[in-house]
């Protein structure tokens, strides 16, 4: 191991250190000694856990052995509740340095009702502390890596605007103490089989584009469960591979030595902390045990390399260090480690006395437990439309107009939203701008048009072609208090950001037990109906995500509603989907005047488009005025009273609509856009057959697209997508039943 005499040590008791003279990169004996104490700690935590899990008192392990030095050594370097954390299953030496401790280890492990990381919901070794700024970790493999990112970009823009810090009434800001450091570091864990997946090279790129302070570090146990590195990495090394990126801080450890570790952190958050671009740690160290307990390495790892492992055990050898460097003598390791087993005793005892979570707590923080989106109390009504100067009525705007309007407003009331996306800045070379050479984009449909011009290149920028960049980015950003407005420019290419929409975003508050949240605004261009859109720019698939708990959906079909939902959508404390229909956006339908900046909609409120008595068609989007053509037909034709209903929400969705309207006209017809079978119309029309059997007086039919894809010639388009004769005739077929 390192050793050096240091006549200025640096960090954590600078002055101590200064009095006993030698230090070991900086480090004191004390230190070195307390390192010790917390990666035995950390290695006798896995042992009892390991043997709890074999005992049938604990449901799963995960063990962070063979990494301890490194961790202890990031744990040392950095600053629990000042710089942020991204650690991931192996961190646990990390998390007792920065400050946990094994008893609130072992109450995840058992899911106690008390485990505060989770409440028991999720895995052990599932970090989650806001005391210390651990976020809540998730069980995917890299899926933190972007989101870190977010987070260092959200602390570099608090730092620029500190107002925007403040807390604020009557939206998401009364909930979350926001805190930020002008020098913090954003610290990113993961194994050498995650740097494989593409999120990690998202957030390597974006990272040293935009000089973030964030400290990868990749923890190189050379498997990925049975997969060799060889395998995983071109090359076998991943800091060859990366070398080549920009305004990095580079370093390749030993990471089974703390003192050479801690060097480099050092190092490394120096780089970060001046603001000159992140840093990446590149850690080889071992893997003791296998994978998990659910994996048995000797079926793929021969004897003599796991041999070769064990001669490199961290704990080993720092205790053969300490003794050679007359920091602890035998009796005093023999002390230590007594002491620490003494302790875990205690924590074990205490967390198999703890009660488990009760059944009736499923349901807790799967949406805010602060702001209801649903509350009646947030509608307000449009302001009057302000004359223009010559006296007339201001004209009806587009959707398109209006959401551009909204977003400029709340911008304007907000300073936490930032708007990024592909596409959505003005321009991004901003010289242009300023010298007025060119009027600026946008956005592919123009909704953000000159939100950069009016609010600054801070707040609203372009995003890398990467939907998983803008998403985990956006979730990270949330999680820390801002209020990301991001963009996917087609709801077609939504699937990139499919890990960060199905297994992040929506959970990041129910997995941490409220601990943390990330209340961000998706919003999508979605739907067909385009001629010529083809496959790839009419898809819709809402359903995907109303299935998913823990995020709303919303999907207006007019220019008023666009304009009061998203504003809900933006004060809102939990995260939104917000989905806008590409052939609404500047359709003669549903045009309004703008309805000032404090209109609002809640969710879950649908609206009766068109009130009658003798059928129920429940739909939304853009068939909601193919429905109404259909309707005000069949009421020319023959007198029949149909009563349309537009959800608008679909997450929450208005039960008490559709129930009141059904019960009165025994009749239903659930239409929408996407293909028919296991669509979201299948939910309400299930839900009407079970709930509102005994009204009926005809089968619950639905209308929707055919069980393909939308093509690109128009005939095939028509023929595929529902239309005004489609519904005219169910509804005929229906009332004649
Ligand atoms: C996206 C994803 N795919 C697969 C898994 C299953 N899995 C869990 S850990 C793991 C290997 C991770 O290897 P590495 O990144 O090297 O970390 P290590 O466990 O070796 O520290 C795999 C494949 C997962 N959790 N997430
Ligand atoms: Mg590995």
Not at 286 to 296: G, Q, V
Not at 585 to 589: A, I, K, L, M, V
């Given at each position: 191991m390192a050793t050096k005499t240091d006549p200025k040590p640096a960090g954590v008791a600078a002055e101590k250190i200064r009095s006993e003279g030698k230090t070991y990169e900086g480090l004191s004996r004390e230190q070195l000694i307390e390192a010790y104490r917390i990666m035995y700690t950390s290695r006798r935590v896995d042992d009892r856990e390991i043997l709890l899990k074999r005992q049938q008192k604990i449901f799963f392990q995960i063990s962070g052995a063979g990494h301890e030095a490194v961790g202890v050594a990031a744990g040392f370097a950095l600053k629990p509740g000042y710089d942020w954390f991204y650690p991931y299953y192996r961190d646990r030496a990390l998390c007792l340095t920065l400050g946990a401790t094994p008893h609130e280890m072992l109450l995840m492990a058992v899911g106690a009702a008390a485990d505060r990381q989770s409440g028991g919901r999720q895995m052990p070794s599932h970090w989650s502390f806001p005391k210390f700024n651990v976020v809540t970790q998730s069980s995917p493999t890299g899926s933190q890596i972007l989101q870190a990112v977010g987070c260092a970009e959200g602390g570099r823009y608090l730092a620029a605007h500190p107002q925007a810090a403040k807390k604020s009434e009557g939206d998401y800001r009364q909930f979350k103490e926001v805190k930020f450091q002008r020098d913090e570091v954003t610290y990113v864990s993961l194994g050498d089989g995650a740097t494989s997946e593409g999120e990690f090279w998202e957030a390597m790129n974006t990272a040293s584009n935009r000089k973030l302070p964030v400290l990868f570090v990749i923890e190189d146990n050379g498997y990925a469960i049975s997969v060799p590195v060889e395998v995983q990495t071109a090359g076998g090394n991943i800091s060859r591979l990366v070398a080549g990126f920009p305004n990095f801080h580079f370093e390749e450890i030993d990471g089974t030595d703390p003192v050479a570790c801690y060097a480099a952190f050092v190092r490394t958050a120096a780089h970060c902390r001046a603001g000159e671009g992140p840093g990446f740690i590149h850690a080889h160290v071992?893997?003791?045990?296998?994978?998990?307990?659910?994996?048995?390495e000797r079926l793929y790892r021969p004897d003599a390399e796991r041999n070769r492992d064990a001669a490199r055990d961290p704990i080993t050898r720092m205790q053969m260090f300490l003794i050679r460097e007359s920091i602890l003598d035998e009796n005093g390791i023999n002390k230590l480690e007594k002491q620490v087993e003494d302790d875990l005793q205690v924590a074990v005892d205490q967390a198999l006395d703890a009660p488990p979570p009760t059944p009736d707590t499923i349901a807790l923080y799967v949406y805010s437990p602060n702001l209801d989106p649903t509350d009646s109390a947030l509608q307000r009504e449009p302001a009057s439309p302000v004359p223009a100067a010559d006296g007339k009525k201001l004209a009806p705007k587009t959707m398109a107009d209006l959401i551009n309007a909204t977003l400029r407003d709340e911008m304007r009331r907000d300073e936490r939203i930032v708007i990024f996306g592909e596409d959505v800045a003005d321009c991004s070379r901003q010289q242009y701008l300023q010298e007025k050479l060119i009027k600026g984009k946008g956005g592919v449909f123009k909704l953000t048009y000159g939100l950069q011009n009016d609010f600054g290149c801070d707040r609203v920028f372009n995003s890398p072609l990467a939907e998983a960049n803008i998403v985990g980015r956006a979730v990270g950003m949330a999680t820390r208090g801002m209020k990301p407005v991001v963009e996917i420019q087609f709801f077609d290419y939504i699937w990139p950001a499919m890990m960060q929409l199905r297994d992040e975003l929506p959970l990041i508050r129910w997995r941490s037990n409220n601990g943390f949240s990330s209340p961000c605004v998706i919003r999508v261009a979605i739907g067909g109906y385009l001629t010529g859109g083809a496959i790839y720019h009419s898809q819709c698939g809402e359903s995907i995500f109303t299935h998913t708990p823990g995020i709303r959906v919303v999907f207006p079909s007019n220019a008023l509603d666009a304009a009061g939902l998203l504003r809900t959508a933006i004060r809102c404390d939990d995260p939104v989907l917000f989905l806008e229909h590409k052939r609404l956006?500047?359709?003669?339908?549903g045009r309004a005047a703008y309805p000032g900046p404090d209109y609002m909609i809640p969710f879950g409120k649908a609206k009766v488009v068109q009130a009658g008595t003798d059928l129920s068609v429940i739909t939304y989007g853009a068939v909601v005025p193919r429905a109404l053509q259909a309707a005000q037909k069949l009421e020319r034709e023959q007198g029949v009273k149909v009563e349309l209903i537009d959800l608008r929400c679909l997450n929450p969705f208005d039960w008490e609509t559709i129930a009141a309207s059904v019960s009165k006209t025994n009749r239903a017809i659930v239409a929408y856009?996407?293909?028919?079978?296991?669509?979201?119309?299948a939910e309400i029309a299930a839900r009407i057959a079970d709930q509102l059997f005994d009204h009926l007086d005809a089968p619950v039919r639905r209308v929707a697209a055919k069980d393909t894809f939308v093509a690109y010639q128009p005939i095939l388009e028509d023929a595929i997508l529902p239309q005004a004769e489609d519904l005219l005739r169910a509804m005929k077929e229906l009332v004649e039943y």
């Open positions: 071992i893997r003791p045990y296998s994978h998990s307990l659910s994996d048995d956006y500047r359709e003669t339908f856009e996407d293909t028919l079978s296991w669509g979201y119309g």
